[in-house]
């Protein structure tokens, strides 16, 4: 089993910046993938960066430049940075990683860009 708990979430205007935390409950340094999604109202639920054990990043075409996905293992944490935000990028923020075999999400946290 493995909880993640999301953190650092809220309402920033446009062009600002926000940092997202996602911290496990166990290692994460064997976990192979862990990433953000983001789900928006109305819109199906979207991959927005993923990390592998290796160092290889994924960005979801529209944040690239902007966000940046790194992992700290020795905190068992792994954040989002999130600069020059727009107001196309409000949604919960769910991080997600995959463990045995068994996909794992937290609980989300709102980001809200206003314009």
């Known amino acids: 089993q493995v909880q993640l708990v999301e953190s650092g979430g809220g309402l920033v205007q446009s062009g600002g910046s926000l940092r997202l935390s996602c911290t496990a409950s166990r290692s994460i340094t064997y976990f192979y993938t862990m990433g953000w999604y983001r789900q928006a109202l109305g819109k199906q639920r979207e991959s927005v960066a993923v990390?592998?054990?290796?160092?290889?990043?994924n960005y979801l075409d529209s944040v690239k430049g902007r966000f940046t996905i790194s992992r700290d293992n020795a905190r068992n944490t792994v954040y989002l940075q999130m600069n020059s935000l727009k107001p196309e990028d409000t949604a919960v923020y769910y991080c997600t990683t995959q463990y045995m075999g068994k996909n794992y999400w937290g609980q989300g946290t709102q980001v809200t860009v206003s314009s």
């Open positions: 990390s592998t054990s290796g160092g290889t990043t």
